[in-house]
């Protein structure tokens, strides 16, 4: 059974940082591209950051480009969201996402398996 257990989020001030942590069990994680994405209330859920197989290739929605620092452990089947300067439009469900094709896609509908959520929210 796949499972993908996001922890790490909670209520911070805006301009505070935040790690998530998503733990990948039941798949070859150092197989999968791994992707965090969001959901603001009443919005549709939006990419955030990919990372590839083996962590050489990423991407970033523009907004968390110089903000956000995606990684991956392979040996722990582990990736991270490193999250700082955040901003209160930041607030939002976070979640992960495994893609087992290898690419560093930005749809949701292309990614494999999901995690259930961890709640962000930065206060203004």
């Known amino acids: 059974q796949v499972q993908l257990v996001e922890s790490g989020g909670g209520l911070v001030q805006a301009g505070g940082s935040l790690r998530l942590s998503c733990v990948a069990s039941g798949i070859t994680f150092s197989r999968y591209s791994m992707g965090w994405f969001r959901q603001a209330p009443g919005k549709e859920r939006e990419f955030v950051a990919v990372?590839?197989?083996?962590?050489?290739?990423?991407d970033y929605l523009d907004s968390v480009k110089g903000r956000f620092t995606i990684s991956r452990d392979n040996a722990k089947n582990t990736v991270y969201l490193q999250m700082n300067i955040l901003k209160p439009e930041d607030t939002a469900v976070y979640y992960c996402?495994?893609?087992?094709?290898?690419?560093?896609?930005?749809?949701?509908?292309?990614?494999?398996?999901w995690g259930q959520g961890t709640q962000v929210t930065v206060s203004s």
């Open positions: 990372i590839s197989w083996r962590g050489g290739r990423t």
């Open positions: 996402a495994a893609d087992q094709w290898g690419a560093t896609p930005r749809e949701a509908k292309q990614y494999d398996y």
